[in-house]
Each structure stands twice: as C-alpha cells, then as structure tokens.
C-alpha cells in the first residue's frame, strides 16, 4: 500500500507517517521506480503496534527503543497493552462510576457521600512536574509555575492567536522564510511571558510536540498535523539562531507537567 492508502485505512496522517519514517520508527520501502513509500502487511503490523503504544501515551522515542530492542516480541508487547489497556478501562470505569453517582445527587436521587464524590481521583503526586524538573531543573519549573499562575485572558488570546497563524502555514515549507517568522513570534512569545528558551530548549520542546500525545492533541487542536510542522520549524529556527552545533537531546520518557500542556 502507498501512503496515501494507508492514512485513508488507520486514520494517521500523511505527514505523520512521514515524520515516522524520518525518525526510523516505520521506515517502508522505496519503490525503486518512483521512490514511493510502499507499506507492506509486515509494517502495517508494526504500525499497529505503535498505534496502541501511542494509545497509552508512550513517547515516540520510547516506542522506538522499545520496538528496536533484540528482546522485542510483538505477542509478548499485545499481551503488555492488553493489561495496560484493562486498567486503563477500570480507572475510566471508577471514574465514570463517581460521575453518575454525581449527576444523581444533583438530581436528588442518591444521597452521596462527601467520600464517593472523591473516588478515582488521585493527586498524590503530580509526576509532569516531577519529569519537568528532572529536565530543565527547579529554577526553571518554577519560574513557569509562577508566570503560568498569573496568565490572562489576553496572555491566553495572544498564544491562540500564534496557533491559528501557524496552523494556516502548516502545509508550506516549515523552514520557509513565511513560517520561520511566525515560529520566531512562538519563540518570542515563550521568552517574554514564561522563562527564558535557549535555541537548544525550543528545539527539545519542539520535539516533545510530536513525541508525547497530549502536546500533540492539543495543539492539532488548531489543524491536523500542525504539532509536526512546529517541531519541525522550531529545529530550523534553532539551526539557524545557534551559532554553536546542536547536541541531540534525550528526550527517553519525557513528559509534560502541567503548566507545559498549554504549549
């Protein structure tokens, strides 16, 4: 199957499927005529595999090292996600349990208790923020914890209006002069109203727009495809704003906190 093919059959963009190959995470084979990608039943196999990695909020990088491993068995990775996802299913059943108790106290209909309106929630620690620090240090989350606390309505307006010049660019080349300056207001708009982004920094946010789900679902929000080509952008802009060369980022099993899935 070509690309196109196969966004019609899974759902997944093209210019996903794109940005997999380019990362080595689902590299099919070039047709030696016309240099197409052509998906095999092997790689739509492994496609599913990824899909349901992604399904409980796995990196892209950790998918890959994962899947790369000498030890990987895919029957043994569908046994995994089969227990995550039952677990997954009983958390959302507690919690959809305490929602329509909720919604039956508010009717008058059941009396419930000051403990059942709690159920399912759990906010013992907040590991986004534990993660966030382990990555960019103390100083720098709470410099972001505290600028994101006094956001306004208009601060908020401003980063939307970024997204929808962004989004209306996002089919163009990401390292044209056009969509480099928008990215350089997303850059600017970072540095004047959070905490201060090295080159270096923009470009690692910029890959966590496309290896972790929740910054991909909100900012495809704006237009499908869009968390790809900031990702892309932001490492143009800092190729081309960092007179030193850039050192590869680990980003193994980096997510965000809290303050971050506004980006």
């Known amino acids: ?26 590299s099919p084979v070039k047709s030696a005529g016309n240099g197409y990608r052509i998906y095999s039943d092997e790689d739509l196999a492994t496609l599913q595999q990824i899909l349901f990695f992604r ?19 895919r029957l043994e990775a569908l046994e995994m996600q089969r227990k995550m996802l039952l677990n997954k299913q009983k958390n959302i059943t507690n919690m959809l349990g305490t929602i329509e108790k909720t919604i039956q106290n508010e009717k008058g209909a059941y009396p419930m208790s000051q403990e059942e ?30 600028n994101a606390k006094s956001m306004t309505k208009e ?11 962004l989004a209306a660019v996002r089919h163009i080349d990401p390292a044209s002069k056009e969509a480099q300056q928008i990215i350089k207001k997303w850059y600017d708009f970072l540095n004047d109203h959070f905490t ?15 290896e972790d789900e929740r910054f991909t679902k909100n900012i495809d929000q704006f237009g499908e495809g869009l968390a790809i080509f900031m990702s892309e952008a932001m490492t143009e802009f800092a190729k081309n704003n960092n007179k030193l060369s850039l050192i590869p980022i680990d980003f193994n099993r980096v997510n965000i906190y809290n303050v971050f899935t506004l980006f």
């Open 1 to 26: 199957m070509q690309v196109k093919e196969v966004a019609v059959l899974t759902g997944v963009s093209v210019r996903t499927l794109h940005h997999y190959d380019e990362i080595g995470l689902l």
């Open 55 to 73: 399904a409980l909020d796995f990196p892209l990088k950790e998918i890959k090292k994962i899947m790369s491993s000498s030890h990987y068995n």
């Open 117 to 146: 309106k709690f159920q399912g929630f759990d906010f013992s620690n907040n590991p986004y923020e534990e993660e966030a620090r382990q990555r960019w240090g103390d100083k720098k989350v709470d410099e972001a914890n505290q």
């Open 155 to 165: 601060l908020q307006e401003g980063m939307n209006q970024i997204y929808q010049e």
């Open 196 to 210: 201060t982004y090295t080159p270096e920094v923009f470009q690692g946010l910029g890959m966590m727009y496309v």
